[in-house]
């Protein structure tokens, strides 16, 4: 089973690296893990299922891409939810009850008879997701005492490894179980969400950080890193952007294949997966900065020997790349937890709502720049913005 060989892997990693994992919950911490794997799968059912729903509800193009819009909404409340699930005790219940919560919805999509009845299912399911991803990281870091580094790389995998096999399992389901009974696929989520209730703590306490606070006072706490962490989240966004939404396209036109292009984003995806997984332990052993330094400094490099070279150099730049642009989530997160001893959750989604705000600014940006200038100056454009993070970080004091 896919957990049990993560749960092997953590502890020869952790020794191999001479980490001390005497605090580190390796079932917890590869539980939340797989919880994370399957609650993000559900959420990428909309893009492969989209061609369905177009069919079905006669959509034109602006319309079904509303509905990824309206999903990612419920993101700007990150911060409010988190501060609720500090104030009232509550992150192990969101945790244990949002993959159900998501895979409700999420599962019906290809059985509504409307367009509006399909917005309020995506909107709900948006709701879900930020009541699951603002509250997990802080569990996460609790179960994973000093090596917060190492449950954030596992934590993260999760989620990078559910968006390479969620759009495929969406249709294998759809063509074994067809549209009609597609809402069949929602027990994986039942039982995840058992799994947890069982496993995790059941004492609120435990969880419980503090009875009251507000934002004001979260953002007081974490302020001497958020300031540096935004900025380098934005300086990233772009080379974020410009990859993960662009390097199909890019790749199709410059070799007129689309197959070509599809296969560059699950190679650049699947070392991505390899970049989440390494970095935060990494980061546990060598120092978060460091591992920041080295990645955001590679990352851009990586995208400008990308664009500009050929053959297998072209490929190897392409896999460094995903490797690096991908990888500092998890360091960030650890670097949140860490300075976050009052309100973890709030902290986390004050965090999650700046890296949502800039991903989509510069998703629109980096279009725009693509539209004037050209794919391929896009990309330089991104990649000369990514240098821009080395300043920030040089700033955090951590």
Avoid at 293 to 301: C, D, E, N
Wanted: aromatic residues 12%; contains cysteine; glycine residues 8%.
């Amino acid at each position: 089973m896919p957990g049990i060989n993560l749960f092997t892997f953590i502890n020869k990693f952790a020794t191999y690296a001479g980490m001390k994992t005497k605090n580190f919950q390796t079932g917890r911490v590869t539980l939340v893990a797989f919880s994370h794997f399957i609650h993000d799968a559900y959420t990428s059912f909309l893009a492969p299922l989209l061609p369905l729903i177009i069919e079905k509800l006669s959509l034109t193009l602006s319309q079904a891409g509303l509905l990824s819009t309206v999903m990612q909404i419920p993101a700007l409340l990150n911060p409010f939810i988190g501060l609720f699930a500090d104030n009232k005790g509550l992150a192990r219940w969101m945790v244990v009850l949002s993959p159900t919560l998501t895979a409700i919805p999420m599962s019906l999509i290809l059985h509504t008879s409307s367009y509006s009845l399909l917005l309020v299912l995506v909107f709900f399911a948006g709701i879900s997701v930020a009541f699951y991803h603002v509250p997990s990281p802080v569990l996460v870091a609790k179960y994973s005492g000093k090596s917060k580094g190492l449950g954030m790389s596992v934590f993260m995998t999760g989620g990078e490894t559910a968006r390479t096999i969620g759009p495929m399992f969406a249709i294998l389901a759809v063509s074994l179980l067809g549209a009609d009974h597609f809402y069949a696929v929602m027990g994986f989520a039942f039982f995840t969400s058992v799994l947890l209730y069982f496993t995790l703590e059941k004492e609120e306490e435990k969880i419980r950080i503090k009875k009251s606070g507000s934002l004001k006072s979260t953002y007081d706490e974490i302020k001497h890193v958020m300031i540096p962490l935004s900025g380098i989240l934005t300086a990233r966004s772009f080379m974020h952007a410009s990859m993960g939404v662009f390097l199909t396209v890019f790749v199709e036109r410059q070799t007129g294949s689309l197959w070509y292009g599809g296969a560059a984003l699950a190679l650049y995806e699947a070392f991505g997966v390899a970049g989440v997984l390494s970095s935060g332990t990494l980061s546990d052993w060598l120092g978060r900065q460091r591992v920041l330094l080295w990645v955001l400094t590679i990352a851009p490099v990586a995208i400008l020997l990308f664009v500009f070279t050929t053959g297998i150099l072209k490929i190897v730049m392409l896999v460094i790349t995903g490797f690096t642009v991908l990888s500092t989530t998890p360091v960030m997160l650890a670097i949140i937890q860490e300075n976050a001893k009052f309100n973890p959750s709030a902290a986390n989604g004050l965090f999650m709502m700046i890296s949502f705000a800039v991903r989509s600014i510069a998703v629109f940006f980096a279009g725009i720049i693509g539209d004037i200038a050209g794919l391929e100056n896009m990309f330089v454009v991104s990649a000369l913005i990514g240098f821009c993070a080395i300043p920030f970080l040089l700033k955090l004091e951590h």
